[in-house]
């Protein structure tokens, strides 16, 4: 089993939808979660933070269930430029920078 | 915001060769810098964690003495992949964490060998 899954890709949906993908992790003791964005043939950059009281920043919405063991990310009223590969990241140990990605979804809005 | 940079932002060379590859945070200091590779359509790999004053540390299946990582001083570390090949074209990113856990990534450097 991969320690950081996500949704397999790519989802296409209509500018205004909203679109909805999970990442499930193996190492319950994981610390910090993430989601980046990457533009093709460009490095990543973090989306927002995952925190487990969830957490939302305009028209996306992260959230955390520990118990289960998944991190999902919400994307409200999608728009054309949201098109790209959303990366699911967890940083597994406690006071360390080693993030593990996980495959990365990608994602196509269309007018 | 911090500013990680690489250089060069691509290149191409000949199988045997040996590409070198800069990372630089540019407004903050970096004792770790971390690089990774990303094959097309896949995500990123962790390679090796760059340590300022110390050996870097390799993940495994990762070849230490094909890639060879020096982290000179608290801004720069460097990739070197010596005697390239073919199949290491891909593209090379490095990372330096700013506060907290958070990374910042430098823009990546495309090698393609021919």
């Known amino acids: 089993r991969k320690e950081v899954e996500q949704d397999p890709g790519p989802f296409n949906v209509p500018e205004g939808a909203t679109v909805a993908f999970n990442c499930t992790y193996s190492?319950?003791?994981?610390?910090?979660f993430f989601w980046y964005r990457q533009d093709c043939r460009k490095e990543p950059k973090l989306l927002m933070s995952?925190?487990?009281s969830g957490n939302e920043d305009g028209r996306f919405t992260a959230q955390l269930n520990r118990a289960s063991q998944y991190i999902s990310l919400l994307i409200r009223d999608s728009k054309l430029s949201d098109s790209a590969t959303y990366l699911c990241v967890v940083n597994p140990s406690t006071g360390g920078f080693k993030t593990i990605f996980g495959a990365g979804t990608r994602l196509f809005v269309k007018a | 915001g911090a500013v990680v940079s690489q250089h060069p932002s691509w290149v191409i060379c000949k199988s045997g060769t040996s590409v070198k590859i800069e990372c630089r945070s540019l407004d903050f200091q970096a004792t770790t810098m971390f690089w990774y590779r990303q094959f097309p359509k896949q995500s990123l790999m962790l390679m090796a964690t760059s340590n300022e004053g110390s050996k870097a540390t390799y993940e495994q299946g990762v070849e230490k003495d094909k890639f060879l990582i020096n982290h000179a001083s608290l801004t720069l570390s460097t990739l070197t992949v010596t005697s390239a090949h073919p199949e290491d074209s891909s593209f090379y990113i490095c990372s330096a964490p700013v506060g907290g856990d958070t990374q910042y990534f430098g823009p990546g450097t495309r090698l393609t060998v021919l």
């Open positions: 995952v925190y487990s």
């Open positions: 190492n319950s003791a994981s610390q910090s």
